[in-house]
T-cell receptor
Framework: TQLLEQSPQFLSIQEGENLTVYCNSS?????LQWYRQEPGEGPVLLVT?????EVKKLKRLTFQFGDARKDSSLHITAAQPGDTGLYLC??????????FGTGTRLTIIP | KAGVTQTPRYLIKTRGQQVTLSCSPI?????VSWYQQTPGQGLQFLFE???????NKGNFPGRFSGRQFSNSRSEMNVSTLELGDSALYLC?????????????FGPGTRLLVL
């Protein structure tokens, strides 16, 4: 069974600060996705990374895929209250099922 | 284009009962996947349907079942409910199957088993 560990589990920071959350696995991903889930809603896809070492930017969010395709990070610059939510990574391990990480619950304090 | 819709949004049942949840995918999407989300276990894959056939299945007991209709709408059923079945059940649709397909999630059905 492939496991995705996310850290930290909870993170609470002030508006304007920077933060990084991590997603790690002992297995190689064929692709990895990051989602954000807000209360009362389903997860919404933010980005998909496929190539080892790949970096993608989405406004203030920067996503990095590890060279060995076993880990990924999400960096948020100048966090805003609207960034509050549950951040989930999800990986494909060569089959068609998505395996989700344990999640990072982020709270941005105004 | 309307998003994925799930009904009902909230449900309260008692142990031993059964429940049926419904999911309407985005128009034109033919693949529907179901997930269970709990605070302790996170998001776990239940099963995926494509063209009315179950294509993939997660590690859940046989009490969890599903089906897909010719219009791609899907239902999942849980029989003999247990307290541990209390969870948010999420449905996701995609155009087709495969790793490259983007899944779009519905808002979920929150099930409470008493």
């Amino acid at each position: 069974t492939q496991l995705l560990e996310q850290s930290p589990q909870f993170l609470s920071i002030q508006e304007g600060e920077n933060l990084t959350v991590y997603c790690n696995s002992s297995s190689v991903f064929s692709s990895l996705q990051w989602y954000r889930q807000e209360p009362g809603e389903g997860p919404v896809l933010l980005v998909t990374v496929v190539t080892g070492g790949e970096v993608k930017k989405l406004k203030r969010l920067t996503f990095q895929f590890g060279d060995a395709r076993k880990d990924s990070s999400l960096h948020i610059t100048a966090a805003q209250p609207g960034d509050t939510g549950l951040y989930l990574c999800a990986g494909n391990f060569g089959n068609e099922k998505l395996t989700f990480g344990t999640g990072t619950r982020l709270t941005i304090i105004p | 284009k309307a998003g994925v819709t799930q009904t009902p949004r909230y449900l309260i049942k008692t142990r031993g009962q059964q429940v049926t949840l419904s999911c309407s995918p985005i128009s034109g999407h033919r693949s529907v996947s179901w997930y269970q989300q709990t605070p302790g276990q996170g998001l776990q894959f239940l099963f995926e349907y494509f063209s009315e056939t179950q294509r993939n299945k997660g590690n859940f007991p046989g009490r969890f079942s599903g089906r897909q209709f010719s219009n791609s709408r899907s239902e999942m059923n849980v029989s003999t409910l247990e307290l541990g079945d209390s969870a948010l059940y999420l449905c996701a649709s995609s155009l087709a199957m495969g790793q490259g397909e983007t899944q779009y999630f519905g808002p979920g059905t929150r099930l409470l088993v008493l």
